[in-house]
């Protein structure tokens, strides 16, 4: 395996959209949301072992789950776990992982990883082959290279990355990013053919990623050198990483650096992906019945006049449901959500709700 390559996985969201069973204090990625025997983080982490050396694998987290990585990831070496001051958006972690990852070895070169994704390899598209690609296209180009699948369906809570010119065999200038657009702006985003998913994978050196959002504002590099000095003269760095964390935007990657910067590029990959942060992604991955009815994680229910609904239910637990069209139905602990598939916002304002009105334990 390549000593120069890395991977850095993002674990510290709550996912919020997955409530009832991602809760505060075990979200999303620390649960087996497929039934498949392994949470998502530990799916995520396997994934990579393929073909990243075990050393140069990197998880960041919020320091209130350093204890749930340990326990599922007991091969992580100690080094490579990044407890998170607080909670903030992409931009911070990612940034802090290029200095530290910089700092280890000044030729590195990437891969930026969420934990709530469902990936598989297709016939025209090997996972490992595909990131490995873009790894050796960053190694010799200073590009920040994004990963873009094809549209199958005009998908409304999905990123997009609209394609330019062919700068190599399979990867494209960037024209432009559109997040979550409209219905509307969705259809004729797939019919363009120009679109692709944003995965939300991302590929680059530390030193270009790190140039970039130098460029983007003198304020980012003020912080950035104070952090550098910290390291090098072996000061202890939680204070650094406390003002990185305050003082970078809680915003994405996109918004903040990508979209900002000339040298971006899109790789168009062909491994199977699926989205699974929302209710509604699940169900798009799930096994459907005749109906389209999906039951996960083992859920049994008995369905009368039921179709295009997900059922995920605690283990002994039966659901019995007529008349339902489009509908989630998940149980866990003490909270049961019934509710459309289609209102993506919806969970969010439960949530909300919840908090306000019933008290922390329901959150």
């Not at 069973?21 to 620390?30: A, D, G, I, N, W």
């Not at 530290?100 to 000044?106: K, L, M, S, T």
Request: aromatic share 10%.
């Amino acid at each position: 395996m390549n000593k120069n390559y890395y991977c850095v996985i993002l674990a510290g969201g709550i996912g919020t959209r997955l409530w009832p069973v991602s809760r505060q204090h075990t979200p999303k990625q620390f649960i087996d949301l497929l039934g498949t025997g392994e949470t998502l983080l530990q799916s995520t982490y396997r994934r990579f072992l393929d073909f990243i050396d075990r050393d140069n694998i990197i998880v960041v987290t919020n320091k209130h789950y350093a204890d749930i990585v340990r326990e599922q990831l007991p091969q992580l070496a100690p080094q490579n776990l990044m407890l998170e001051p607080m909670r903030r958006n992409t931009v911070p972690p990612v940034t802090w992982a290029c200095v530290e990852v910089a700092r280890r070895n000044p030729n590195a070169a990437m891969v930026v990883t969420p934990s709530d994704q469902n990936i598989t390899d297709r016939p025209d598209g090997k996972f490992s082959d595909e990131m490995l690609a873009g790894l050796d296209y960053v190694s010799s180009h200073a590009q920040l290279l994004t990963v873009g699948v094809p549209t199958t369906r005009p998908e409304v809570t999905y990123g997009y990355i609209q394609m330019a010119e062919q700068q190599a065999p399979n990867i494209y200038k960037v024209q432009t990013f559109t997040e979550k657009p409209q219905e509307d702006f969705a259809r004729i985003f797939h019919e363009s053919g120009e679109f692709l998913w944003n995965t939300g994978l991302f590929i680059w050196s530390s030193r270009t990623f790190l140039k970039a959002l130098r460029n983007v504002s003198g304020y980012y590099t003020e912080v950035l050198e104070d952090l550098k000095v910290s390291y090098a003269t072996g000061q202890d760095v939680s204070e650094g990483i406390a003002d990185l964390y305050s003082k970078l935007p809680n915003m994405t990657l996109e918004q903040t650096v990508l979209e900002k910067s000339g040298n971006v590029d899109v790789m168009l990959c062909h491994f199977g992906w699926a989205d699974l942060g929302t209710w509604g992604g699940v169900y798009n991955y799930g096994d459907k019945d005749a109906a389209g009815n999906v039951l996960t994680a083992n859920s049994r229910a008995l369905l009368y006049d039921c179709n295009d609904c997900l059922v995920r239910l605690p283990e002994g637990h039966v659901a019995v449901l007529q008349g339902l069209s489009g509908y989630v139905v998940v149980e866990e602990g003490n909270v049961i959500v019934v509710c459309k598939k289609e209102d993506q916002g919806a969970i969010r304002r439960f949530v909300n709700s919840a908090q306000l009105d019933l008290g922390e334990e329901y959150v």
